[in-house]
């Protein structure tokens, strides 16, 4: 593999363990293998190896180069530079986000502009919570409440007629997400233990009968859509997550979708949110995932398209000045 063409940049990739990553199903080893192909050199590190030498965010790095074989990564000397060394930064950090992402996100914010393009924006992935990001949307969102509180939360979920789905704000890949029903005996117990004893914020929604014909995942790109994914549960499961067992199947956009995507798409745009992961359910946006949405790799496959090279012409579009 080249690695490096004549008017190659420098890429970093901000991420879990590349020797962890899915080949087959990862959407930022495709972002990685498309970079390459492109000629750019390709990076990587993980959240923990940034740090600061006063207002300067630098990085522990190593070169990468990908390819579909086992293995499938190869790494190469380690070196350490300034983020403004690099032409572009993609912070693909899969969730939670917690404190040391948090802390990352403040660094990143240290990058200057005019030097270094960071995808997504780092103020916009501190303050677009997958959950609670979704309430600037009241058009397009099911019936939702936010509270701790078990008393609201029952309340509410007779309101939408005994039946609801309750879910941490801090969860990812389906994770803590249950579908409680009034004549459940578990009921207390879940609320219990999801609202940690009425200590923790949750998110309640109106259950959407419709999630068992599947999840959509709509991607944007600069608040434009760029393919979708249905992504179906188990018959035993409420979850469409592909790594909860849910199936995938090509998916088209109906009215509906695109009402959602105009209600979106302006507003992830001036955020600086420009890879962006729509969860939609029936007629309904249910998330908004900004971290590291996935899906490329299955639309891929199902469409016949290679989406990642519209995603780094779109980065080597807004890159800055070339360093000559």
Not at 23 to 34: I, N, S, Y
Not at 149 to 169: A, H, N, S, W
Not at 173 to 199: K, M, P, S
Not at 264 to 288: H, K, M, N, P, S
């Amino acid at each position: 593999m080249d690695g490096q063409g004549k008017h190659g940049r420098r890429f970093l990739f901000i991420m879990d363990p590349i020797e962890r990553i899915l080949p087959d199903k990862d959407t930022t080893f495709v972002f990685m293998l498309e970079a390459q192909r492109r000629g750019h050199e390709v990076f990587y590190c993980r959240v923990l190896d940034l740090f600061s030498r006063g207002p300067q965010p630098h990085a522990h790095f190593r070169r990468a180069e990908v390819a579909r074989a086992n293995p499938h990564y190869a790494l190469f000397e380690e070196r350490t530079e300034a983020l403004t060394w690099f032409d572009a930064i993609f912070m693909r950090k899969d969730p939670p986000v917690d404190a040391t992402y948090l802390f990352a996100t403040h660094l990143l914010s240290l990058v200057d502009p005019t030097r270094t393009l960071v995808l997504n924006r780092p103020n916009a992935l501190r303050d677009a919570n997958e959950k609670l990001y979704a309430l600037n949307f009241p058009d397009v969102i099911p019936p939702t409440i936010v509270t701790s509180d078990r008393t609201m939360l029952k309340q509410f979920m007779e309101e939408q007629g005994g039946e609801m789905i309750v879910k941490p704000l801090d969860g990812c890949g389906g994770a803590g997400i249950f579908h409680v029903h009034r004549a459940d005996r578990n009921l207390n117990a879940i609320l219990e233990a999801v609202t940690i004893d009425g200590t923790r914020l949750i998110m309640g929604q109106r259950y959407i009968p419709e999630v068992r014909q599947g999840d959509k995942r709509v991607i944007l790109l600069d608040g434009e859509p760029l393919g979708a994914v249905l992504r179906v549960p188990r018959e035993d499961e409420h979850r469409g997550n592909i790594h909860v067992g849910g199936s995938v199947r090509k998916a088209n956009l109906g009215e509906s979708d695109r009402r959602i995507i105009d209600a979106v798409g302006q507003r992830v745009r001036a955020d600086g949110l420009y890879f962006v992961g729509l969860d939609v359910i029936g007629d309904f946006l249910t998330e908004v995932n900004v971290t590291s949405p996935t899906g490329v790799q299955e639309i891929d496959t199902l469409e016949g398209t290679n989406l990642s090279e519209r995603v780094i012409a779109f980065t080597e579009a807004r890159l800055p000045t070339s360093r000559g």
